[in-house]
Structures are given as structure tokens and as C-alpha cells.
């Protein structure tokens, strides 16, 4: 009972460091690489010497973009906290030049406690945006607009766009934009006129190597003395997790997870679902911990259908994949069913069946969407004549053969390349 109440703690914990952003990515505070660093210099400089800026955050999504930003701001802010007023916009909701004006106007109101006109024209609120740029920039106040998704507001006249960088040319204004987009060329759909008043900085979030990831887990899930715990479990916790991460095992699970999704957000999933599945009777997290949360990402939809097929759709199966084997660019039913013979005369097998009911099996994979056709010619022929292609991996099709209790020796021979190459 003692133990598990001290697991129940302790996965409290690392659940809410998993939860909280700043925690997550706080190693990047130490590090003047970083595009954290990079990021705070460029903003900060621009608070304290009252200059204009602008810069766009790219990589892919879920790779830590505006957890970074949040970082920065919740630091500037501390720093100048009366020298900042931070603008938000998405370009999945604000795409639209006139929407986009409206809610900065909003904003900009909300934040210095103006009163805001719903029935302003988009001029209107063209120009209060201007003034209050200028009058802020008087005040020695800089405003940052965080535009998120910002290759959607490069779309159309990108009327927005041009009139916040071309009020950012005045001596008087005092802003910065911050673009996040998850579009490498972002910058190239700019028109001519948006593009010559942007002042091209980039940062580049590229997805981290195994060793990152794995100084990122070791960052998560190392307790800390300070974690509330006692001292015995803290030192017998971080014991057990050091064998841990030198387990081959758990770097093929890393490398597994990498394959799929590298993003910091699927690190996250990854561990959260790791400490969910904490052995309770001994409070610590194990191998198995770890094996149990990469299998439930891993989505099998197909694996699923798999286990469900008789024993012809499985011969049906295994024959395609001889057929691509054999570097034959296309085959139709007619050619599977002669591959299907030839495998009855070489191993004199019981398995035979007619032509009518292999046909109905090859139409059964066809409705299970594991088979397509190759192409959408020659759809007046009849279906047998038609080509066709396997829709799953040879990997799933042996992990299938494997799980299949009543699959027969000689399919699982018959994946073996090397004895038919």
C-alpha cells in the first residue's frame, strides 16, 4: 500500500513536469545555441534600444515553435514588465485582412484599457493601429505581434501584412512581428512590396537527434531531491532509470519513435503514457513501462484487419508480395492465381482452392482496402484483368503471419526472400 501510494506521488510529478512547458524546455535557458537564446537576444535588444524587428520561426509542427515564444515573453516580461504588450494572432482564424485588423484593435484596446467599437470600418482600425504604434513607441513601449500559422496571412492581397511592417518604418513605432509557420518558405510567398520591408531573420527548429531526445528524457523523468519524495526511493528511482536508459531496448524504442514522429510533442505523448503505465506494487517505471507506451502509438489499423483473414486472402497476400519481389511492375488477379498454382505444385499443399473462391477472397481484400488498383485505367475490364497492388508492408504482412495462430508453415517460408531471389 506504502509503495503505491509513493508511485502515486511520484507519477504526479512527472506528469505535471511533462504537462508544463517552461519545465520541459528550461535546459535551453543554459544554452546560448539555442533558438530560445537566439530568440531573446533579437526581442530583448529590440526592447532596449527601441528599434523595430521582425523574425520568422520555422519547422515542422509540434517541435517546440511557440512553447519557445511563450519562454521568451514570460521572461521579458518579468524583465520589462511595463515595457511590453503582446499581440496574438492565428492566421487559421485572422486570415482575413479585415478580421485581423478588428481583433489587433481589440487587443490593442484590452491592453491599455481603451474602449473598443465593434462597427469601426477596417480603415479605422488600419489607423488606430498606427496610432497607437506611434504612441507607444513615445512612451518607450514595444509591441510584439506573434502571428501563428503566418504563411496563412501570406495568402490573398496580404493587405495585413503590409500595412503592419510598412508602420513599423516610421522613426516613432516600436514593435516586433514574430511569424510562426511550419512552412520552410514561408518567406518566399511574401509579394515584393511585404518582402523589401521584412528584415528576413530566421530560425530553423530542425527535429533533434536521438542524443536530444535522450538528454531530453533524462531531463523529464530524473527525479530531483527537491521533488517532495523521500531520499531512499529518489535514490533508488534514478538507479533503476540509469539501467534503463543504457538498455539497448530502450534506445530501439527511441529510435522506433523517432522513425515516426521526432517532435517534442510526441516525445511528450511518448513519456506521459510511459508514467501512465508505472508499475504500482513497485512505484518504479521499467522496460515494460516504456515497450507498453510506444506500442499504444504505434496505430495498427491494418494489423488489425490482418488478424481477421482466412487462410486463401492470407495465400493471396503473401503471393502479391512474391510478385513485387520479382520486380513485376504489374500483375492482375490472373497473375496471382498463377503464382498461387505454382506455389501448389512446388509444396504439394492442401491448401487448394477454386478460382470462383479465391476470386471472392481477392474481392473481400479489395472491400478490406489491404489491396488497391494501380491505376484508374482500364476500369471497363473485368476485375480479374485489372492491376492491382498490396497496400501493406512485407514487415506487417511477416508480423500478421506471426500473430496468426492458424497461418501454416510453409507462408511463413514463403516471406523468406532469399529462398526464391
Given at each position: 500500500m506504502a509503495a503505491a501510494s509513493v508511485a502515486s506521488r511520484a507519477q504526479s510529478v512527472l506528469r505535471g513536469r511533462l504537462c508544463d512547458p517552461g519545465f520541459v524546455h528550461s535546459a535551453l535557458r543554459s544554452s546560448p545555441d539555442t533558438n530560445y537564446s537566439k530568440l531573446k537576444y533579437l526581442v530583448a535588444s529590440?526592447?532596449?534600444?527601441?528599434?523595430?524587428?521582425?523574425?520568422?520561426?520555422?519547422?515542422?509542427?509540434?517541435?517546440?515553435?511557440?512553447?519557445?515564444?511563450?519562454?521568451?515573453?514570460?521572461?521579458?516580461?518579468?524583465?520589462?514588465?511595463?515595457?511590453?504588450?503582446?499581440?496574438?494572432?492565428?492566421?487559421?482564424?485572422?486570415s482575413d485582412d479585415n478580421c485581423a485588423m478588428k481583433e489587433i484593435a481589440r487587443q490593442l484596446c484590452l491592453e491599455h484599457q481603451l474602449s473598443f467599437s465593434k462597427m469601426a470600418s477596417s480603415d479605422d482600425n488600419t489607423e488606430f493601429m498606427i496610432d497607437m504604434l506611434r504612441e507607444?513607441?513615445?512612451?518607450?513601449?514595444?509591441?510584439?505581434?506573434?502571428?501563428?500559422?503566418?504563411?496563412?496571412?501570406?495568402?490573398?492581397?496580404?493587405?495585413?501584412?503590409?500595412?503592419?511592417?510598412?508602420?513599423?518604418?516610421?522613426?516613432?513605432?516600436?514593435?516586433?512581428?514574430?511569424?510562426?509557420?511550419?512552412?520552410?518558405?514561408a518567406d518566399q510567398l511574401l509579394?515584393?512590396?511585404?518582402?523589401?520591408?521584412?528584415?528576413?531573420?530566421?530560425?530553423?527548429?530542425?527535429?533533434?537527434?536521438?542524443?536530444?531526445?535522450?538528454?531530453?528524457?533524462?531531463?523529464?523523468?530524473?527525479?530531483?531531491?527537491?521533488?517532495?519524495?523521500?531520499?531512499?526511493?529518489?535514490?533508488?528511482?534514478?538507479?533503476?532509470?540509469a539501467n534503463i536508459f543504457i538498455d539497448n531496448k530502450f534506445k530501439g524504442c527511441l529510435n522506433s519513435l523517432m522513425d515516426a514522429d521526432a517532435t517534442t510533442s510526441n516525445i511528450l505523448r511518448f513519456l506521459?503514457?510511459?508514467?501512465?503505465?508505472?508499475?504500482?506494487?513497485?512505484?518504479?517505471?521499467?522496460?515494460?513501462?516504456f515497450q507498453k507506451a510506444l506500442s499504444s502509438m504505434q496505430r495498427q489499423p491494418k494489423m488489425d484487419s490482418l488478424q481477421d483473414l482466412s487462410i486463401l486472402e492470407l495465400y493471396i497476400l503473401v503471393c502479391m508480395h512474391r510478385l513485387e519481389d520479382k520486380e513485376q511492375s504489374s500483375y492482375n488477379f490472373?497473375?496471382?492465381?498463377?503464382?498461387?498454382?505454382?506455389?501448389?505444385?512446388?509444396?504439394?499443399?492442401?491448401?487448394?482452392?477454386?478460382?470462383?473462391?479465391?476470386?471472392?477472397?481477392?474481392?473481400?481484400?479489395?472491400?478490406?482496402?489491404?489491396?488497391?488498383?494501380?491505376?484508374?485505367?482500364?476500369?471497363?475490364?473485368?476485375?480479374?484483368?485489372?492491376?492491382?497492388?498490396?497496400?501493406?508492408?512485407?514487415?506487417?504482412?511477416?508480423?500478421?503471419?506471426?500473430?496468426?495462430?492458424?497461418?501454416p508453415a510453409v507462408l511463413q517460408k514463403l516471406l523468406d526472400r532469399e529462398r526464391y531471389m
Open positions: 529590440s526592447v532596449s534600444e527601441a528599434c523595430n524587428n521582425s523574425v520568422l520561426l520555422l519547422g515542422p509542427r509540434g517541435c517546440g515553435k511557440a512553447a519557445v515564444v511563450d519562454m521568451v515573453l514570460d521572461d521579458l516580461k518579468k524583465e520589462h514588465p511595463d515595457a511590453i504588450s503582446v499581440i496574438r494572432l492565428n492566421g487559421m482564424l485572422h507607444c513607441g513615445l512612451a518607450h513601449k514595444t509591441v510584439l505581434f506573434v502571428l501563428e500559422e503566418f504563411d496563412l496571412f501570406a495568402q490573398g492581397k496580404q493587405r495585413l501584412l503590409y500595412s503592419l511592417l510598412d508602420a513599423m518604418q516610421s522613426l516613432t513605432s516600436q514593435a516586433v512581428v514574430i511569424g510562426l509557420s511550419c512552412r520552410l518558405d509579394e515584393k512590396r511585404v518582402r523589401s520591408r521584412f528584415s528576413h531573420r530566421k530560425l530553423l527548429f530542425v527535429p533533434p537527434s536521438l542524443d536530444d531526445i535522450q538528454r531530453l528524457v533524462e531531463h523529464l523523468l530524473i527525479l530531483t531531491q527537491d521533488s517532495g519524495l523521500r531520499a531512499k526511493y529518489i535514490t533508488d528511482y534514478n538507479s533503476r532509470l506521459f503514457r510511459a508514467v501512465s503505465y508505472m508499475d504500482m506494487e513497485s512505484g518504479f517505471l521499467s522496460m515494460e513501462s490472373t497473375s496471382i492465381m498463377k503464382e498461387y498454382r505454382s506455389i501448389q505444385d512446388a509444396y504439394k499443399t492442401s491448401d487448394k482452392y477454386s478460382s470462383t473462391v479465391c476470386f471472392r477472397a481477392f474481392e473481400h481484400l479489395l472491400d478490406r482496402e489491404l489491396i488497391s488498383f494501380g491505376d484508374n485505367r482500364g476500369r471497363n475490364q473485368a476485375l480479374e484483368y485489372r492491376s492491382v497492388k498490396l497496400l501493406i508492408s512485407s514487415r506487417e504482412l511477416a508480423q500478421s503471419l506471426k500473430l496468426n495462430t492458424t497461418c
